[in-house]
């Protein structure tokens, strides 16, 4: 495979593309608010590295200590996505993004790498299949069955933070914590909006705007979460007819 990557930084991420949607120089809102959270969090060792083409291949991850997720873990990487989608499937590109992650990790002196699965594979979540492959195991897990995968490489383990267990708060409207770490948020944002004003159905977003936040998160969290009459939902972003079903419950 002869294939260029490039890592982001403070220097081109203005004239890269985020890979997730790609646009002409057009601006899109969901990929100006992701470059705008990126910005933040690439001088504290966050990765966003790219296949030099307009395409959608890329991996993302970050010291967990600094990952805006409810996991904690002495010493590990976060793996908050790898994906590769249309066209470049098949080609190699993801297991090239893989062994460069874990070659990273090694580099870095890091005890390992972990991502969030789940018992059965979510749509908004990497292939966990996939990381099965390079030794990933499942290391914590939740009620709501959810699953902590995790590749250590000197037996140390990471855990889900003990409020990403509790999956209830005392909220009972529809209820949607997000960040822009992805840039198709702002989209569901808006559409959301429009649907529950329309239907005169009382909505709470609650932005997740810190580290601090991150990490005392009442559930489980890659970038955003969904919860209706108190009871946590799923992290997949949803549609208005996901939202329908969750209503007629």
Known sequence: MDARFINLTPENLADEQVSCIIRSKKPHPGIEAKKHWLAERLVEGHVFRKLDAKATVFIEYAPLETAWVPIVGD??????????????????????????????????????????GAKK????????????????????????????????????????????????IERQELTIYYDFQCPYVPGHIESLKRYCEDKGVPLSLVQVDSLQKAKELPCVFNNWAVFYQGNFETVNLVDTAYVERILKK
């Open 121 to 168: 594979q979510k749509s908004w979540l990497s292939d966990q299949s996939f990381a099965k492959k390079y030794g990933f195991e499942v290391v914590d897990t939740t009620n709501n069955g959810y699953e902590l995968l995790a590749l250590s490489f000197d037996g140390g383990m990471p855990r889900f933070a003990p409020g990403a267990k509790e999956e209830r």
């Open 75 to 116: 010493n590990y990487i976060y793996l908050y996505c790898l994906w590769v989608y249309g066209a470049p499937k098949g080609q190699g590109y993801g297991r090239a993004l893989m062994e460069y992650c874990l070659a990273d990790a090694r580099a870095k002196g890091k005890s390992g790498v972990c991502m969030l």
